[in-house]
């Protein structure tokens, strides 16, 4: 568990691949969007920082989290040459059992999505139980759990790559 003051997103540049010849997608939820702003910040920052170039960056929204699944999928079927997707949202808990069937749906159609397809899609939908916890993993005290997903996904891209060869 996260502690005050742990950067969870720390990372050593060193270790991470070239992604200079990398293409990015990245689909993103309005919902929440002080948080999704946050993660996908993060996210962009990271890829810039490792060399993706800006015009290799493609943004889409959609209206929430739970319509990542279909944003993701249509962004798969519309670029045959991105390399990874990130899926970025934001599901807070409320007073109904909404919040269960949002995060196990989203989390079940991305699952599905890596499953069936060719490109990696990377989960980076925080489910938190208050808009604080939201705010120390989109850029607060915890990191950018936005930083963690372009990690991974430009090691899974560079997986995707190698296991081609």
């Avoid at 939820?29 to 920082?49: K, Q, R, V």
């Avoid at 290799?56 to 045959?80: A, H, T």
């Avoid at 808009?131 to 560079?158: F, L, P, V, W, Y």
Wanted: glycine letters at 8%.
């Amino acid at each position: 568990m996260a502690t005050a003051g742990n950067n969870l997103s720390d990372y050593d540049k060193d270790q991470i691949p070239d992604a200079s010849d990398f293409r990015i997608g990245i689909v993103v939820s309005e919902w929440n969007d002080e948080i999704t702003e946050g993660l996908y910040n993060g996210a962009y920052n990271a890829l810039i920082e490792n060399n993706v170039e800006p015009n290799k960056i493609v943004r889409w929204n959609v209206p929430g989290s739970f319509e990542l699944i279909y944003g993701c999928k249509k962004m798969q079927e519309s670029f045959d040459m991105l390399d990874a997707i990130v899926a970025i949202g934001s599901v807070i808990e409320g007073e109904t059992k909404h919040f269960d069937f949002v995060c196990e749906g989203v989390t079940q159609g991305i699952k599905d999505l890596n499953v069936k397809n060719d490109t990696p899609i990377i989960f980076c939908v925080l489910t938190d139980h208050n808009m604080q916890q939201a705010r120390d993993r989109s850029g607060g005290a915890h990191g950018n759990k936005g930083t963690e997903a372009a990690i991974a996904a430009i090691k899974m891209a560079k997986l995707r790559r190698d296991a081609k060869y």
